[in-house]
């Protein structure tokens, strides 16, 4: 029986011979001896074996390490553990053990190590003790971040590559990039010396198509409204108009108040306007009758002489020439 026991442990142990990994046996220089510290007895160890993962690591990586070897039943009575994450089982300035655990079925014993080491280079574990064993472990090779097998892990920087015909895309880049800053900056000098102009030049069309608007819906309701109220509209909207213009409080000033006023600006046709309110205030509160009011006046030749006679007409004439004699004045100066 004892033959036979020896024969099986034998045969098991060649059995994990086979498998990958460095293997080591026996009891003397060996990567792993087993001494009884209780009594002093040296214990058989066969078939040692280890597997790591990663294979290949690198310095920092969590690194686990599978043993197994064969020795003596009953060396251990429960399985040895030792080490967390928070309290590592061994540690120094090379190396982390977080975990060793060691565990025996029938003679087959398992250890495994979970470590990081930390600089890259030939690892040599210190002897761990484990329960009734000295464990000496197998150097390693812990690889280097930047280099891989003698091969450069950061390759040196390459010229960038251009497909075939790209300096042609280019060039035409560049030339449209060329143009575009000539037709900027002809634009900004343009911009620079007519901006004035078109801006004025809609503020004056904006003022003026008020104006038309509110005397085109005036005239026609002339007939549904007395006269005074109708030449009333007239006076108000004229007066709005040229506070927008000349940004003066026009419309609380009286006739000959606005003409004084105004004979401040170049230009303007100071003797139709004042010619205009006067008439205005004498069918408004002298109660005269429009046709001999407006008769002797330029107001009244203009209505005279035109096919359809009315008198916003002369208004909105009246509101185009100032608007045109201000736009010269500011385009001059």
Same mark, same amino acid.
């Given at each position: 029986m004892r033959f036979?026991? $020896?024969?099986?442990? #034998? $045969? #098991?142990? @060649?059995a994990l011979t086979a498998q990958t990994g460095e293997i080591f046996s026996g009891t003397g220089d060996t990567a792993l001896s087993g001494e009884n510290l209780l009594s002093g007895n040296e214990f058989p160890v066969m078939g040692f074996q280890y597997n790591i993962f990663p294979s290949e690591f690198y310095s920092g990586d969590t690194v686990h390490m #599978?043993?197994?070897f064969v020795s003596s039943a009953g060396l251990i009575e429960a399985p040895f553990a030792r080490g967390t994450e928070e309290e590592p089982f061994y /540690?120094?300035?090379n190396l982390t053990v977080y975990t060793l655990t060691l565990e025996e079925q029938e003679g087959v014993y398992s250890l495994d190590l979970v470590f990081k080491a930390w600089h890259p280079g030939i690892l040599s574990f210190p002897v761990f003790k484990a329960g009734p064993f000295e464990i000496q472990l197998p150097e390693l090779n812990v690889c280097s971040i930047i280099e891989k097998e003698s091969n450069p892990g950061i390759q040196p920087l390459r010229p960038p590559e251009f497909l075939p015909g790209t300096d042609?895309?280019? $060039? @035409? =880049? &560049?030339? =449209? =990039? #060329?143009v575009f800053i000539i037709v900027a900056v002809a634009l900004v000098i343009i911009g620079v010396r007519g901006l004035p102009y078109f801006v004025h *030049?809609?503020?004056?069309?904006?003022r003026y198509r008020i104006l038309r608007k509110i005397l085109s819906k005036l005239e026609k309701q002339k007939e549904k409204i007395p006269v005074e109220e109708y030449y009333a509209v007239i006076s108000r909207e004229l007066r709005l108009f040229m506070e927008r213009k000349f940004s003066l409080p026009v419309p609380s000033f009286c006739s000959? /108040? &606005? &003409? +004084? *006023? $105004?004979?401040?600006?170049d230009g303007l046709p100071l003797r139709e306007i004042q010619e205009v309110f006067s008439s205005i205030d004498l069918i408004r509160y002298g109660r005269l009758p429009p046709d001999s009011v407006l008769s002797n006046t330029e107001w009244g030749k203009y209505i005279k002489n +035109? %096919? %359809?006679?009315? @008198?916003t007409m002369y208004i909105l004439d009246l509101a185009q020439r100032m608007e045109n004699s201000l736009l010269k004045e500011d385009v001059l100066s």
């Open positions: 036979r026991g $020896l024969l099986i442990l #034998f $045969l #098991f142990s @060649a #599978f043993c197994s /540690e120094d300035h042609y895309y280019i $060039l @035409a =880049l &560049v030339i =449209l =990039l #060329f *030049r809609h503020t004056i069309k904006r000959d /108040e &606005v &003409v +004084k *006023r $105004l004979s401040a600006f +035109k %096919n %359809n006679p009315k @008198a």
